[in-house]
């Protein structure tokens, strides 16, 4: 079977699969990280949201062939780790505001409004509404007006 190394919350990690297995089974099944979702499989829930080489993606559409062995994937385990803290000041956020309801979603929801942050601050500029509305996870819950305000709130806290 083919092997497929990359890195996976900061260390390199290597599966034997084949490559045109989807990467959310490698992460969950294979390598034993629960925290991205399976949703819909095709990336319109975006309740696997994780990060490649900083920026939002889902990994349910991106077959394991398609990394190279220096693409880094970030999921909600490793978030924390990219501030040297035990949770991410958007992680504190959540928990403040009590955004969760069932939480299957929190997880990609986080990631999301991370990689929108980080997107807003490399443009040189704070979060606005219209970025919210960019971030089209789906919340079997409905609790958007919380994500929104914790988004907002994890953004201050964000250095």
């Not at 629960?34 to 889902?58: E, I, Q």
């Not at 978030?79 to 992680?91: A, N």
Request: hydrophobic share 40%; net charge negative.
């Amino acid at each position: 079977m083919p092997q497929h190394t990359f890195i996976l919350n900061g260390k390199a990690v290597t599966a034997d699969v084949e490559g045109d297995v989807r990467l959310l089974w490698v992460l969950r099944d294979v390598l034993g990280v629960t925290g991205p979702k399976y949703g819909c499989g095709v990336g319109v829930c975006r309740a696997c949201t994780s990060h490649l080489n900083g920026k939002a993606f889902t990994p349910c559409a991106v077959p394991v062939d398609d990394l190279a062995p220096t693409d880094e994937v970030t999921t909600i385990e490793g978030l924390p780790d990219t501030v040297g803290s035990d949770l991410h000041p958007m992680q504190e956020a959540w928990l403040d505001l009590d955004v969760a309801q069932c939480g299957f979603c929190q997880p990609g929801q986080i990631m999301a409004a991370v990689a929108t942050v980080r997107r807003a601050r490399e443009a040189g500029r704070e979060i606005t509404e219209a970025d919210l509305d960019t971030i089209r996870n789906i919340c079997r819950c409905g609790t958007y007006h919380r994500i929104r305000q914790a988004v907002l709130e994890g953004s201050r806290r964000m250095e």
